[in-house]
């Protein structure tokens, strides 16, 4: 009698997908549908209700909204990778699992495929999944990094500002301010500013005037240029104010945001005295970019490289194969690039799949595709090293700042970690402090852990993606816990 979630999807006898891809996001859907063109079974899972992924995320069903609320880029391209979705689903070569999250993958025991562990649904019920081939497309999560006050209730996440509107039509506050570093920034503002709110600035601690060091690259992606000056033409329009080279180094108000304090940054991101001043907002939205999520890959043993920004995305060659045989990853995975890169290399991962499995003939196409991406590639690594944070940015802090927020570490009891108790690194300061062994398990406090114990931030060491049910963790195949991820084991 089969008693493990593997052993029950062996024993009803399906037979494994070609590939599976983890993530309906631009990435994972366009490699979806781009190898069942070409005669690949697929099978793809996502946690959402429907594919999008953060970029195309969709209101409610229960709001009953029409059109996304916040304008999209390439929506009706979008829209036709859709359609194409739902005609594989029909013609049985595309299995669409949504609601599915996938918490881990292990090797089937002959190596002829991967096991794919997944929860479905609110009741959290087990799923197994196999195939032959497996593609990563995981998309990322926001980096924050802490600062006095970002506890008050009314200080959100830039991404997250924007997933309250696309899903719940709902704006973080009235007036609302923003700031952090990066490209999402502006795109958020322009949002907001287009739903009804007033932002009196956009505070960016990075200096715009860093791209022009990267000249040659900007003048192959015309593309971006222009759509940075069209959202910078929409702010002036708004009356939006930009303040580069700022940050918010204090939040005011107790049971909600009255007014934030800004101040200028040196290029090492420290706070220059005397330059302070007040703001008066009931919301912020702040964040400082995007970290790849790779808990997936990394326990899977795939290699990852560091990017311009000091974050780590995986190490992938120009047919999107990361470096364990069998496995491709799409998107911001690879490093943060935008809707339009990850479009592009989903592309290339479903045609590099079809080609690996039935010797499909790459076509010319590909070669086209392969350069666009590069040249995208060297956009975002541009965009990364514009926006790196620099290591002034921890004098913002205060003693009582909160770094880990589940855990409720303050910034004092991690510098205790560090200059009084010999912790060298973030993963020694996590066992002095319990900073990172929260309900997030670090997601959110590792950059800040490991730039106040002087590392960069390690590279994902979770063995789950997500929390699960002991009972589905006790019945993993023969490994036991401590076998999860081992792609040895």
């Known amino acids: 009698m089969p008693n493990s979630p593997s052993d029950r999807g062996r024993a009803t ?52 909204a029409r059109t996304p609320s916040v304008p999209h880029l390439k929506r009706r391209a979008w829209t036709r990778w859709e359609q194409r979705l739902r005609r594989h689903r029909s013609a049985g070569r595309i299995r669409y699992l949504p609601a599915h999250h996938v918490w881990t993958v292990l090797p089937e025991a002959d190596g002829s495929g991967w096991v794919l562990h997944a929860v479905a649904g609110e009741e959290e019920r087990a799923v197994t999944v196999r195939a032959r081939t497996l593609l990563l497309a995981t998309g990322a999560y926001e980096r924050q990094l802490p600062f006095p006050g970002w506890t008050v209730p009314g200080v959100v996440g ?7 509107l696309k899903s719940g039509l709902v704006l973080p506050g009235r007036r609302v301010l923003v700031a ?11 949002s ?72 200028r940054l040196d290029s090492a991101w420290r706070p220059v005295p005397g330059t302070g001043r007040r703001i008066p907002c009931d919301a912020l939205a702040v964040g400082h970019g995007l970290v790849p999520q790779l808990e997936l890959a990394t326990a899977l043993g795939c290699a990852v ?28 995975t690879g490093g943060i690039g935008g809707v339009e890169l990850a479009l592009l290399e989903g592309r290339l991962a479903g045609h590099d799949v079809a080609h690996e499995l039935h010797g499909t003939q790459l076509p010319p196409r590909t070669r086209v595709l392969a350069r666009r991406r590069a040249r995208r590639r060297a956009f975002a690594e541009t965009m990364a090293a514009a926006h790196r944070p620099g290591p002034g940015w921890v004098e913002w802090l205060a003693p009582a700042t909160a770094v880990c927020r589940c855990e409720e570490v303050t910034v004092a009891e991690v510098r205790e970690a560090v200059e009084t108790l010999g912790a060298a690194d973030s993963r020694t300061v996590k ?30 060491s979770r063995p789950l993606s997500c929390p699960v049910l002991l009972g589905n963790l006790a019945q993993l195949p023969g490994t036991g816990a401590s076998g999860i991820g081992d792609p040895g084991s």
């Not at 830039?158 to 309250?164: H, L, N, S, T, V």
């Not at 200096?207 to 900007?218: I, K, P």
């Not at 580069?244 to 049971?255: E, K, M, P, Y």
């Open 13 to 64: 006898g399906e037979q494994p997908a070609d590939l599976a891809v983890v993530g309906a996001g631009p990435a994972g859907l366009t490699a979806a549908v781009t190898a069942a063109d070409l005669g690949v079974t697929v099978v793809l899972l996502d946690a959402a209700d429907r594919p999008g992924g953060q970029y195309h995320r969709h209101a409610a069903p229960e709001l009953g």
């Open 158 to 164: 830039a991404g997250g500002a924007q997933a309250m």
């Open 180 to 190: 952090g570093s990066g490209p999402l920034l502006l795109a958020v503002t322009a």
């Open 192 to 263: 907001l500013a287009a739903a009804g709110a007033t932002v009196p600035a956009i505070v960016e601690a990075a200096a715009y005037t860093a791209y022009a060091d990267r000249l040659g690259t900007l003048a192959v992606n015309p593309g971006k240029a222009l759509e940075g000056a069209r959202l910078g033409a929409g702010l002036a329009r708004r009356s939006v104010r930009v303040l580069s080279r700022h940050a918010v180094t204090a939040v005011h108000g107790t049971d909600r945001v009255t007014g934030v304090t800004v101040q």
């Open 305 to 332: 490289r560091r990017t311009a920004d000091g974050t780590v995305a995986l190490a992938l060659d120009t047919r999107q194969r990361t470096s364990v045989p069998g496995i491709w990853s799409a998107g911001e």
């Open 431 to 460: 066992l002095l402090t319990r900073a990172g062994m929260g309900w997030c398990q670090g997601r959110m406090c590792a950059p800040a852990v490991a730039a106040l114990a002087g590392r960069e931030p390690p590279p994902e």
